[in-house]
């Protein structure tokens, strides 16, 4: 299966890219795109974590880093805590099925998400290539 990135996924989760009227991006969005994340619990999101995603086909293989993804429509995505060290401090408490979140460009919300189903978060972290 062909991933974006060399480390086993923490989470699934569905997300939804912002159109521009919705205040998202004015121009596209590819894969390998590396977005702030928040809890949409948080009141604020003046912390923001790395938490980045690779939107995957239905068939579970990564999306191009140079085609356009749609906005306003739901899409697939394996999601990776970049900081290991935030994975037992912050995130397996807090991530599980149904969670909500927004992905981040500075202050400004581009989309958003939900959390399907987790996967290597509670596991020592696993290296798929060298």
């Known amino acids: ?8 996924d923490d989470f699934e989760a569905r997300i939804r890219i912002f159109t521009e009227a919705e ?8 894969n390998g795109i590396r977005w702030g994340f ?6 604020d999101a003046r912390e923001l974590f790395m938490i980045w995603p690779d939107f995957v086909s239905a068939s ?8 356009p993804l749609p906005p306003s429509t739901y899409l697939s995505a394996r999601m990776t805590v970049v900081a290991d ?3 037992a401090l912050v995130h397996r408490e807090r991530i599980v099925p ?8 500075g202050g400004r919300k581009v989309a958003e998400g939900c959390v399907v ?7 020592a ?3 798929l290539r060298q």
């Open 38 to 43: 928040s809890y949409a619990t948080d009141e």
């Open 125 to 127: 972290r696993e290296a």
């Open 117 to 123: 189903r987790v996967t290597g978060l509670h596991h």
């Open 23 to 30: 205040g998202g991006r004015s121009t596209p969005v590819c």
């Open 98 to 105: 149904g969670v909500e979140f927004f992905c981040h460009e």
């Open 60 to 67: 579970g293989e990564s999306l191009s880093q140079y085609e």
């Open 85 to 87: 060290e935030m994975r």
């Open 1 to 8: 299966m062909d991933r974006l990135y060399a480390v086993a």
